[in-house]
């Protein structure tokens, strides 16, 4: 048989196998799954015993301590409402390892690193859930529906988010997530982000498979409608919302004057918020964002912008209230702290592509058809008092979670199916 036959004999198994595989895993995923749509009401898990916080009322003030008003005992219990790329992953780190630390528990997704996202959360997608249970933190993604997650953690638990420039998360959210939206594959360009925005109607459905995704995705997550006429009254309702649900949002673009506010919040060491930046992408040989095209991503996602502008300006009141003085000292010292662990921690002392990581366990989760995250390599030696923190720093999200015992047998399966493939 000549060798031109037997090269699309190959590519033709390979596409029918391919095809297979996607099936099954969509078939999977949607018995894995609740419907996108499903109403909030669908949701609520009925149950006779009575739930961790008896009263679904919006959360009291919680009055910063940590230096301002004498001496105040570690908060425990946090709600972190985790939005896509927000960093994210680098704040659910500090979580897992302040959790870890003071033998905390944890609410943890059943099957999956997230709470069955895009679906609305409910108590029953907690793994071991009984009712009347009670947790420490949650911290897993999920589409944010405060009854519910309120009913899970005691009275008096801190609720936390992140928020991001609108325009340089529908950028980042595009890249990541586009493999996977169906309705970018028209794009034909080799910048289909400019494509795309150039006239976004053209290409957007929001009823289409991931939609959500590529537009509003803050409002989404946080359990609002993403596809709100941005001069609705309910946009701002639903701000104010989450301003009295909240009791710190952080910014990603201020994420040292963020943490030094959380600290304080929560009354933390400073050890309890050192970080390394995880989950972060490679720089694309497509240029940013800039000009007219970061104004039509803000046009497009003007709820986000909305939401993003009424908590940036919170923020700084916070700061404010903080004292500017002492937030460049604090900011300075969790810099410095951060630089020393950096050179204790990390071989080469700086992130690097996923094909140089030598170490499986600090492989983060790549976004389907490419290796564009970023990654660590742990030295070799260390010494005894910092190997510890050092690796508990590094370690990804998904092999943290099997770390502290998650059960995630759809996400192992669809590693699996990916790694077959070479996705």
Same mark, same amino acid.
């Given at each position: ?85 927000? %960093? ?7 979580? !897992?390892?302040? /959790?870890?630390?003071? =033998? #905390?528990?944890?609410?943890? +997704? ?100 991931? %939609? ?7 409002? !989404?997550?946080? /359990?609002?409608?993403? =596809? #709100?006429?941005?001069?609705? +009254? ?190």
């Amino acid at each position: 048989m000549p060798p031109q036959k037997k090269h699309w004999e190959s590519m033709a198994k390979g596409l029918v196998l391919g095809a297979l595989f996607t099936s099954f895993l969509l078939l999977l995923y949607s018995y894995a799954v609740h419907p996108l749509h499903a109403g909030l009401a669908a949701t609520r898990t009925p149950e006779a015993a009575a739930p961790c916080s008896p009263t679904p009322e919006e959360p009291k003030a919680v009055t910063p301590a940590n230096g301002s008003a004498g001496e105040c005992r570690p908060r425990r219990d946090v709600v972190f409402m985790k939005t896509h790329k927000t %960093a994210s992953s680098t704040l659910l780190n500090i979580l !897992f390892r302040f /959790g870890q630390k003071h =033998g #905390l528990k944890f609410a943890f +997704p059943n099957g999956r690193n997230d709470f069955d996202y895009p679906a609305f959360f409910s108590r029953s997608l907690v793994q071991d859930y009984r009712p009347g249970a009670c947790f420490n933190i949650i911290c897993n993604h999920m589409r944010f529906h405060y009854e519910e997650v309120r009913s899970l953690v005691p009275p008096n638990s801190t609720f936390i988010t992140v928020l991001r420039d609108p325009a340089r998360l529908f950028e980042s959210s595009f890249h990541y997530f586009g493999p996977v939206v169906p309705l970018t594959w028209k794009l034909t360009g080799r910048d289909k982000l400019a494509e795309f925005l150039q006239d976004p109607d053209r290409y957007y459905d929001p009823n289409s498979y991931n %939609a959500h995704y590529l537009r509003n995705l803050l409002f !989404f997550d946080l /359990g609002y409608d993403s =596809g #709100l006429d941005p001069g609705s +009254p309910r946009v701002q309702e639903h701000i104010l919302e989450v301003e009295r649900r909240f009791h710190l949002v952080l910014l990603q673009e201020y994420f040292d004057e963020s943490l030094v506010l959380l600290k304080d919040l929560l009354c933390w060491e400073l050890e309890d918020v050192l970080y390394f930046k995880l989950n972060a992408r490679r720089d694309s040989a497509v240029p940013r964002l800039s000009g007219e095209l970061y104004r039509r991503a803000t046009a497009w996602n003007m709820l986000d912008a909305r939401l993003y502008r009424h908590f940036n300006a919170s923020f700084w009141r916070k700061v404010e209230a903080f004292g500017r003085e002492r937030m460049a000292r604090e900011v300075a010292a969790l810099r410095q702290a951060n630089e020393h662990m950096r050179r204790i921690c990390i071989d080469g002392g700086r992130a690097v592509d996923a094909a140089a990581i030598q170490d499986s366990a600090m492989q983060p989760w790549q976004p389907l058809g490419t290796k564009s995250i970023l990654g660590y390599n742990l030295k070799k030696s260390i010494g005894q008092r910092h190997v510890q923190l050092c690796r508990r720093m590094l370690t990804p999200e998904i092999q943290y979670l099997m770390d502290l015992g998650v059960n995630l047998w759809v996400t192992k399966l669809w590693k699996l199916i990916r790694d077959f493939l070479r996705w």
